[in-house]
């Protein structure tokens, strides 16, 4: 039988983070392409302890079938402890929702949000994934390039202007993936304003913003929300695990409810027992303690990776000097074919991420620039797949 | 601000049984409402041991991210073993995919294969959660009438040939849900010959296929399926727990890399400690002999709540008698009112669910049944409760 599939999933192909996750399978190669937290910043010994407790207490609520909205006590946590923590959280106003990873927050807005055709616009360049999960609705994606101090508020307003059915400005203005970049706080006052005027809603994605390892932390967007058009998406995946996938929401009610109805019929609800962990890790573990432990293992490979760029790169190659987050950004000169430079390092037995793959039109679009991991590898392989890197800089 | 909703999330509500699931907190409330597993039939020291052991001696790889197929030895053993048991996969043409919980692989069958305005056919009565996610889909839902032997062949071929579009049938042939009625293999064949015909798909859903108390097995459609036009949906929810959200689907090799194109961006992947738990608890522990314990567990609760609908149900009120599953499925004569019915039995603390929940288009159609949950009431619970039920048929 000839299959027949749908237009959605025709706009949109497998993650090329995630297909070259699958090369570097091979132990010989040094991977700068995940997004993965490092190996060493996981609280095994917290998890083990607390899992072993759940399954002695609460088994049956560990296993049994729970309510959309998410396990209760954590969705309490949520609303009452970790977002008004960071402003993001009004209780008139807003509620929030555990979500399966912040992967399906994005998912789910989209979901509730937009008809076919309708515009999102998001940053150029941007996270894969969410651009995927937007483009799978059929949507009008439109990019918005990115200034070293967040989007270009000409090009913001133009397309908020022009363009039709403006729905979502998705944006993650703390550490931003890929870039590094953080979005100051003018810069966030202003989008905001801008959106208002439009009426369309931001979605602040902000997976990494816990994890500042330099300077002082800017004020969400979602703290600035006087209006009720912030959509905030948060996750445990950096802070605490990924594997668990485990994230939340933080919006306004009336959105909230239709977000509950799009869960479940997604997946009925979380994973309860990775809810039940995640819990219980932030509310009887010292929760600052890790966080401290996680942004002084990152200050030291972020320091380190940069270093070995300044001591090998060839200096046309520029970059960016994240203050938290797990990624660098290197952009090429012009006139070289960056492409062929990451399949290159590939054959060395480097892997980056092309920059092409976090535009929102691959197709059409060129990018001189590739992405670096520096929460995965060790030192050593950083100190030798930089200097792989650098040596090919030196001969482009 | 007035918010904008999508066209999708318009078409559908949150779920009536999952509504009453709230009301059912109350500890007075008799629910015969739920779809759950009985809270007995979690092999709890066994996840206990299985996850200490985890934890110990794979503790990264159960917390880090992982590739959106599946943890690859529990996927192996659903492709080697569990699904070839019962002949529902074909290794040179099929592939099978790890979902976040049946519910999903649902959602991303529909997400693949239908555009808006495509019709899917389903059965009438037929699983909310599943009409749901195919309404999210803005198809075109129509629903089959079920016979005692599985599904209206003459409706269906007329839906086949007169319905635009066409992509999917969706359909639960055993221990259906509502109805508890198992389709015949006639039926099985009959069905089968008829999608092929029209080259419609068929999504064979069978969470509750390993639950039978009673009768022989009848083959799955899936193993009638020599044209690679039937999408198998299994899940662990019933047979292990429903908590931690673990299914898989066995589909044709070049649907299957849609579907883990269409999840990627869903949930990137199901949570990975529970895959290990399914893994190891199945492959380690002895997983028939569970499944043992289980169908003698709802082999009497079934047998003593159809023993007391005997001897308390007026006789005007007809049920099914199943060989399997969790459920009972009562109707009532077609002059009383059963919505009035089902709301008066909260009011005396006994909850059903109203068939409504389960038409195709509740807003158009006439239900006069409701649906009786055995496997979480206690039998104390089971006789008061029948006993209330049955005190009112005698009133109608």
Not at 26 to 50: H, K
Not at 242 to 268: H, M, T, W, Y
Not at 312 to 333: H, I, K, M
Not at 343 to 349: F, L, N
């Amino acid at each position: 039988m000839e299959y027949q599939f749908s237009e959605r999933i025709k706009t949109i192909k497998a993650s090329a983070i995630r297909e070259i996750f699958k090369l570097t399978a091979d132990p010989a190669v040094i991977s700068f392409a995940a997004g993965n937290p490092s190996p060493d910043a996981f609280p095994v010994e917290a998890v083990r302890q607390i899992t072993a407790d759940i399954l002695k207490n609460e088994p049956v609520e560990a296993l049994q079938y729970n309510i959309t909205e998410g396990y209760l006590p954590l969705r309490n946590y949520v609303k009452e402890t970790l977002l008004p923590a960071i402003g993001s959280f009004n209780p008139e106003r807003d509620d929030a929702i555990i979500v399966t990873g912040g992967q399906q927050g994005i998912d789910l807005t989209c979901k509730v949000l937009c008809n076919e055709g309708d515009t999102v616009l998001c940053e150029n360049p941007s996270f894969v994934g969410a651009l995927n999960a937007i483009k799978a609705y059929n949507t009008n994606l439109v990019g918005i390039d990115l200034d070293g101090d967040g989007v270009n508020l000409e090009q913001l307003e133009k397309a908020l202007k022009t363009e039709k059915n403006v729905k979502i400005f998705y944006t993650i203005p703390t550490f931003q993936n890929p870039s590094g970049i953080t979005a100051t706080l003018e810069k966030r006052k202003a989008v905001y304003e801008l959106c208002k005027k439009y009426g369309v809603l931001i979605l602040e994605d902000n997976p990494y913003g816990a994890l500042r390892f330099e300077g002082e932390d800017v004020p969400t967007i979602k703290s600035l929300d006087t209006d009720g058009i912030v959509i905030y998406a948060g996750s445990f995946s950096k802070v605490l695990s990924p594997g668990i996938r485990v994230g939340f929401l933080s919006l306004p009610k009336e959105i909230c409810a239709k977000v509950v109805v799009a869960k479940q019929v997604n997946d009925v609800h979380t994973n309860i027992l990775a809810q039940m962990i995640a819990y219980n890790f932030v509310t009887k573990y010292d929760f600052d303690a890790h966080l401290e432990r996680l942004r002084a293992l990152y200050r030291r490979k972020c320091a380190f990776m940069l270093e070995q760029m300044d001591k090998y790169f060839d200096p046309r190659v520029t970059f960016t000097r994240p203050q938290g987050g797990l990624f660098l950004w290197a952009t090429l000169p012009e006139d070289v074919d960056m492409m062929q430079f990451t399949r290159d390092a590939v054959a060395k037995k480097v892997a980056v991420v092309p920059g092409s793959a976090f535009l929102p039109h691959e197709e059409t679009m060129i990018s001189h620039s590739f992405r670096l991991n520096f929460s995965m590898p060790s030192e050593e392989q950083i100190e030798t797949g930089i200097k792989i890197l650098g040596e090919m800089t030196h001969a482009l």
